[in-house]
């Protein structure tokens, strides 16, 4: 019988001859063929293996990631927190692609938070306190920064608070962190409120320049700005955050139903604005490389200064601060019957905080 081998197609056979030189190797020629297609499979099973196993050591990182839009209310340094988890890209690494918007003003902040127009609001607790007392909508889920970060600046020749009186003091806007920091200043200094001319003319560099002007004879800055207005030979006329009173002045909050609706959404952003607070007190260069960036400092006494003054009263974890609140509450309360006799629990929800601190995240940061 001749030697070879049947070969099929289809329905179709058809005998191929070997010859007697070839019939030996044959089965060396098989096997080393099945040599190589094990080798191959091999390599691509390791490959295959590898990417499953990085993708599941790093499923923590690997989100779809969540548009959101969070706002910052202005250029000061304690407003930075939401500038580093997104300049680090701290944001990213839990999932999250955040638009960072700037909205002066309490009010316009949380006007654009119920709009819809942002998910994540980071200001002071003024204007969420009397949002929530209206609609009960807006919540406080952390703090990064629970004192009054202002000082009164003022012309050389006014030497004291009491001097204040019939002379034009410029602050942010009505309704905000900034009236009430006067108006709690006034109390501590005995000055009244219709004893000085309060007008509301916006944002830092625009009270800084009417400063410098002369058009006004006093306002409340913040880090950098006061350092400016302080070497030009301007007199700080009191630090608020030597004050007597607490105040959470750098604060997240969001709708509640958000809340509801998007749990680890929130949770993954709170994780953030915690590891960006964390940085902003443990990692001067990295911080101070944000905030020049962001308050475009090229001065290094004043990017310095700044970041001193700024990252010893930051909060880790950001808690908020309840004494602060309940000072907030009673002064607001003598005015505003909805807020009287209210607890600071009822705007506060820290629960995604105490996960964390049962699930051991601000630990695991702080060994890091």
Same mark, same amino acid.
């Given at each position: ?165 019939? $002379?034009? !003091?410029? @602050?942010? %806007? ?10 709690? /200043?006034? *109390? ?104 020049? $960036?962001? !308050?475009? @400092?090229? %001065? ?10 700024? /990252?010893? *009263? ?55």
């Amino acid at each position: 019988m001749q030697n070879g081998i049947e070969l099929t197609f289809g329905n179709c056979r058809e005998f191929v001859a070997v010859p007697d030189s070839l019939r030996i190797k044959l089965p060396e020629v098989i096997l080393s063929t099945q040599r190589l297609a094990f080798k191959v499979t091999l390599r691509h099973s390791i490959r295959v293996l590898a990417i499953f196993s990085f993708l599941w050591l790093n499923r923590g990182n690997l989100y779809a990631a969540d548009k959101i839009v969070a706002d910052f209310g202005g250029l000061g340094a304690f407003q930075s927190t939401s500038w580093v988890a997104k300049d680090l890209k701290i944001f990213d690494k839990y999932g999250l692609d955040v638009d960072l918007v700037m909205i002066t003003g309490g009010a316009r902040s949380v006007a654009a938070l119920l709009g819809g127009s942002t998910q994540f609001s980071t200001g002071s607790a003024t204007t969420p306190i009397l949002a929530s007392a209206r609609s009960s909508e807006v919540a406080i889920i952390a703090a990064a920064y629970n004192h009054f970060p202002f000082s009164f600046v003022s012309k050389p020749e006014i030497k004291s608070p009491k001097e204040l009186r019939g $002379k034009k !003091l410029a @602050i942010l %806007n009505f309704g905000g962190s900034h009236d009430l920091a006067y108006q709690l /200043a006034f *109390r501590e200094w005995g000055l009244k409120r219709q004893e000085v001319n309060i007008i509301p003319l916006g944002d830092q560099p625009t009270r800084l320049s009417a400063l410098l002007a002369g058009h006004v004879d006093a306002t409340i800055m913040s880090m950098p700005h006061l350092m400016v207005a302080v070497k030009a030979g301007y007199r700080v006329l009191g630090d608020m955050g030597e004050m007597r009173v607490n105040f959470s002045q750098s604060t997240v909050y969001l709708r509640r139903s958000y809340l509801r609706d998007n749990r680890d959404i929130a949770k993954r952003f709170v994780k953030a604005y915690s590891e960006a607070t964390y940085v902003l007190r443990t990692d001067r260069q990295r911080s101070l490389n944000v905030m020049a $960036k962001r !308050l475009r @400092i090229e %001065n290094q006494e004043i990017l310095n200064a700044t970041y001193d003054d700024a /990252a010893r *009263r930051f909060t880790f974890p950001p808690r908020v601060n309840m004494a602060g609140m309940k000072d907030t509450l009673d002064f607001f309360g003598e005015k505003n019957p909805e807020l009287k006799g209210r607890r600071p629990e009822e705007f506060v929800d820290e629960t995604l905080l105490d996960e964390l601190e049962k699930e051991g995240f601000f630990k695991n940061l702080a060994k890091h």
